[in-house]
T-cell receptor, first 111, second 112 residues
Framework: GENVEQHPSTLSVQEGDSAVIKCTYS??????FPWYKQELGKGPQLIID?????GEKKDQRIAVTLNKTAKHFSLHITETQPEDSAVYFC??????????FGAGTRLTVKP | AAGVIQSPRHLIKEKRETATLKCYPI?????VYWYQQGPGQDPQFLIS???????DKGSIPDRFSAQQFSDYHSELNMSSLELGDSALYFC???????????FGSGTRLTVV
């Protein structure tokens, strides 16, 4: 089955700096890679996703890159703000039958 | 916009009791997924249903069962509860092949 690894487990940055979170996956058949932001007491909220036919996707301050050969994908947040502080999960799935999550990264953005 | 509705939001049960969690997907979504998230852990996939039939099974204990009804809502039944079952249980729904994959706010189950 799919195995997703995520690094780092915690990340602290100054407001305005960039944050990068990296994930690797094991199943070469995985073709959908979403990123979720989870705030305390809430369900994971999709912030950006990428499919295997695309190498990069950007949405304002958030971007995701995918390297299918190396089986890794990354989340980039630029110009971080305190409200970006949350736990971020990467995930991978094959035809969305189920989602396998990374272990999460607790991002703290210091004012 | 309508979201995934889970009930109850909080549930406290004693060991060996039974619990039933409910999930109401986004209208027109035909696929429901259940996840268990322990404290400080990532969500673990339990089971999914597509068009009222089980579509995939993850790390769901034999003490748990689930089904999807004709109105597409789903229920997760948990019997002989153990202390280790205390967790957040999330439901997600999507349309077909993962279109619009959305999580509910979760049910916090505490087993005492």
């Amino acid at each position: 089955g799919e195995n997703v690894e995520q690094h780092p487990s915690t990340l602290s940055v100054q407001e305005g700096d960039s944050a990068v979170i990296k994930c690797t996956y094991s199943d070469s058949a995985s073709n959908y890679f979403p990123w979720y932001k989870q705030e305390l007491g809430k369900g994971p909220q999709l912030i950006i996703d990428i499919r295997s036919n695309v190498g990069e996707k950007k949405d304002q301050r958030i971007a995701v890159t995918l390297n299918k050969t190396a089986k890794h994908f990354s989340l980039h947040i630029t110009e971080t703000q305190p409200e970006d502080s949350a736990v971020y999960f990467c995930a991978a799935s094959n035809n969305n039958n189920d989602m396998r999550f990374g272990a999460g990264t607790r991002l703290t953005v210091k004012p | 916009a309508a979201g995934v509705i889970q009930s109850p939001r909080h549930l406290i049960k004693e060991k060996r009791e039974t619990a039933t969690l409910k999930c109401y997907p986004i209208p027109r979504h035909d696929t429901v997924y259940w996840y268990q998230q322990g404290p400080g852990q990532d969500p673990q996939f339990l089971i999914s249903f597509y068009e009222k039939m089980q579509s995939d099974k993850g790390s769901i204990p034999d003490r748990f069962s689930a089904q999807q009804f004709s109105d597409y809502h789903s229920e997760l039944n948990m019997s002989s509860l153990e202390l280790g079952d205390s967790a957040l249980y999330f439901c997600a729904s999507s349309l077909g092949q993962g279109i619009g994959y959305t999580f509910g706010s979760g049910t916090r189950l505490t087993v005492v």
